[in-house]
Nanobody
């Protein structure tokens, strides 16, 4: 059974960093696009970033460009979202998802389609 499990969330002060993990079971993540989303209370889900299957293609929402990065550890079947210089507005539940369409700078991040989702991990940025 395919599962995606997020971890690494927590409480961090403004300007701090967190690294979120998305670990797959029943699926090899290096063969699929993996995306990250966040949803704050009372707001719609927002696409944050996506990581392509080869060549390290990535795309990021404008609100996080230059502060968030993506990486893979294929041996651990895990994708990481490194979040630096965090702002209070980043407070949300962060979820990862397995993509079914292309991820790259040429495609608006909101147009990438996904077919499996994790349950999410809470990130709170507060002093």
């Amino acid at each position: 059974q395919l599962q995606l499990v997020e971890s690494g969330g927590g409480l961090v002060q403004p300007g701090g960093s967190l690294r979120l993990s998305c670990t797959g079971s029943g699926v090899l993540l290096d063969r699929h696009v993996v995306g990250w989303f966040r949803q704050a209370p009372g707001k719609e889900r927002e696409a944050v970033s996506c990581l392509g299957t080869s060549g390290g293609r990535t795309n990021f929402a404008d609100s996080v460009k230059g502060r968030f990065t993506l990486s893979r550890d294929n041996a651990k079947n895990t994708v990481y979202l490194q979040m630096d210089m965090l702002k209070p507005a980043a407070t949300a539940v962060y979820s990862c998802a397995k993509g079914s369409t292309f991820c790259g700078a040429s495609v608006p991040i909101r147009r990438v389609q996904y077919d499996h989702w994790g349950r999410g991990t809470q990130v709170t940025v507060s002093s």
